[in-house]
């Protein structure tokens, strides 16, 4: 029941040829194809895209290998179709949702799970259409093109996919996206001009050339000669720092040592005897023993 439901909804609404996936070009789309893996008589698993069902078979298309295009139309029964493997895939306004069982598909379509889900991805692409794209400089994409060369088989690499292994998917849909893929197609072809890659006919796909090594080599022996000149510079400013803090600590300790000295001079004159208030109404003079004594006048 649930892989009837599945492939009707797919029927109603068959996906076109070509999707766009950013854009307004994407506003409205809401799109289904459904696929089925069916024997093809020779006991070989064959897949197969889904046209439309009846009350008790599946109209299907057959791949075929020859025109390289689902071309043999076949009609099997539901039976058929029970336990086969199903692939089911949804494409709603730029987001793709694929889906292996005709059950998941189900509740994703009756509880309109993937609804939230586009919300969810739109608040996050709200906040990386925020950030500014990070531009990469030629010796960076050269580097990253020849590790990535390294991995496996080099199949070669278009501006576009180069940009979404940097940035992610939602690199497509940034403000930035036009600026960002003409700024990278332009260190691409320059990259072609030096001879560090190759590009097809059609200008799409890049591959790595030998000469992209020697010109990694020079590149690191000149970071590393830069590095070196800067190594005694950098001493230099330390030492220059360490003079700088030893000539302020000398300094610190004479001026501490001159509030010292001042303030024992200033100590030494209050103490004096000579210094000390004398008392209102009588003269003071200084006897031979060094004792002070009162005078006190005649009265006429």
Known sequence: MLIRYAFRKSARR??????????????????????????????????????????????????????????????????????????????????????????VFFWYEFFRI???????????QVLFNEKMLIRQERVDVLRQLLTRSERGRDIGMTVLAYQVDVHGVRFLRHPEYDKSSVHYRRIFDSLVESGDLRK???????????????????????????RDMLRPQKWMVWLTLLLLFGTGAQAYVAYMQFQRDLEKDRVSRDGRPGARNQSPGADSTSSPNGRVQPQVSAQQ
């Open 14 to 103: 068959p996906a076109p040829r070509a999707i766009s996936v950013s854009g307004e070009r994407t506003r409205g789309q809401d799109y289904y194809s459904a696929h089925v893996y069916l024997d093809n008589g020779h006991g070989e698993a064959v897949v197969c895209k889904v046209d439309g069902v009846t009350e008790t078979s599946v109209q299907v298309r057959q791949w075929d290998e020859t025109t390289a295009q689902f071309a043999i139309e076949r009609e099997v029964p539901f039976d058929a179709v029970e336990g086969r493997r199903v692939d089911i895939t949804h494409d709603y306004e730029g987001h793709q949702f694929g889906y292996r069982s005709p059950g």
């Open 114 to 124: 993937y609804f939230i889900a586009v919300i969810f991805e739109r608040l996050q």
């Open 200 to 226: 097809d006919q059609a200008g799409l796909n890049y591959w790595v050339t030998p000469r992209a090594l020697i010109t990694l080599a020079a590149y690191e022996t000149e970071e590393r000669k830069h």
